[in-house]
T-cell receptor, first 110, second 114 residues
Framework: EDQVTQSPEALRLQEGESSSLNCSYT??????LFWYRQDPGKGPEFLFT???AGEEKEKERLKATLTKKESFLHITAPKPEDSATYLC???????????FGKGTSLLVTP | DGGITQSPKYLFRKEGQNVTLSCEQNLNHDAMYWYRQDPGQGLRLIYYSQIVNDFQKGDIAEGYSVSREKKESFPLTVTSAQKNPTAFYLC?????????????FGQGTRLTVV
C-alpha cells in the first residue's frame, strides 16, 4: 500500500529565513510525485510534478527535488504570502488516483 | 477560462437528508475524482471515474454515491448513511487516470450537518 508522510506538520519561519519541507514515500512503482499549495478554504493549487530521482523543478522561491525515497520542497527567502499548507501526493503503479500526505502548514512572519 | 467548478461553496444538511454536490470541468479531462478533507488529515479518496459511465470506489466510499453520465460532470451525493458528513469536499480532474499526470482541483464545497 502506498504511503506518504510529510514533515514537519507545521513550520514557522521569519521572512527571509530559508528552509525545507520533507515528503517521504513508499510506493510500488512511482509514476509521479506532486506538490500542491493550499490556502485556507480553497482547493489545492498545483505546483510541481517530479518523475525520477535526481529531478528538480523551480518556481520563484520554491524548488522541488526528488530521491528514490523522498522529496524536498525548498523555500528560499520566503515572504509572508508563501504562508499556506503544502501538500505532497504520489501516483503509483498500484493506483489510479493521487495519494496525499497530511501536509505541512507553513507560516511566514514579517 | 478552463477549469473545475464546484457548487455550492457552502452547504448545510439536516440529519437524514441526502445532498448532492456539483462538479463540472471544461478541461476535456477523462478522469475525475472526489476527495474529502478533514482538519489535520490529508485528502482521502471517495470515488473516481476514468471514463464516462464508469466509476470506482475509493478508500472511504461508504455513505456516498456518484454518477458519470457526461464527460464534464461528476456529481457526488452524500446520503443519510454517511454518519459524519461534515467536511470539506474537493473535486479534481486529470487527463487520464493511472498515469503520471497532475490533477487539478476545484475550490471545494464545505458541507455542514445542522
Amino acid at each position: 500500500e502506498d504511503q506518504v508522510t510529510q514533515s514537519p506538520e507545521a513550520l514557522r519561519l521569519q521572512e527571509g529565513e530559508s528552509s525545507s519541507l520533507n515528503c517521504s514515500y513508499t510506493v510500488s512503482g512511482l509514476r509521479g510525485l506532486f506538490w500542491y499549495r493550499q490556502d485556507p478554504g480553497k482547493g489545492p493549487e498545483f505546483l510541481f510534478t517530479l518523475y525520477s530521482a535526481g529531478e528538480e523543478k523551480e518556481k520563484e522561491r520554491l524548488k522541488a527535488t526528488l530521491t528514490k525515497k523522498e522529496s524536498f520542497l525548498h523555500i528560499t527567502a520566503p515572504k509572508p504570502e508563501d504562508s499556506a499548507t503544502y501538500l505532497c501526493a504520489v501516483r503509483s503503479n498500484s493506483g489510479y488516483a493521487l495519494n496525499f500526505g497530511k501536509g505541512t502548514s507553513l507560516l511566514v512572519t514579517p | 477560462d478552463g477549469g473545475i467548478t464546484q457548487s455550492p461553496k457552502y452547504l448545510f444538511r439536516k440529519e437524514g437528508q441526502n445532498v448532492t454536490l456539483s462538479c463540472e470541468q471544461n478541461l476535456n479531462h477523462d478522469a475525475m475524482y472526489w476527495y474529502r478533507q478533514d482538519p489535520g488529515q490529508g485528502l482521502r479518496l471517495i470515488y473516481y471515474s476514468q471514463i464516462v459511465n464508469d466509476f470506482q470506489k475509493g478508500d472511504i466510499a461508504e455513505g456516498y454515491s456518484v454518477s458519470r453520465e457526461k464527460k464534464e460532470s461528476f456529481p457526488l451525493t452524500v446520503t443519510s448513511a454517511q454518519k459524519n458528513p461534515t467536511a470539506f469536499y474537493l473535486c479534481a480532474s486529470s487527463p487520464e487516470a493511472g498515469h503520471g499526470l497532475e490533477a487539478f482541483f476545484g475550490q471545494g464545497t464545505r458541507l455542514t450537518v445542522v
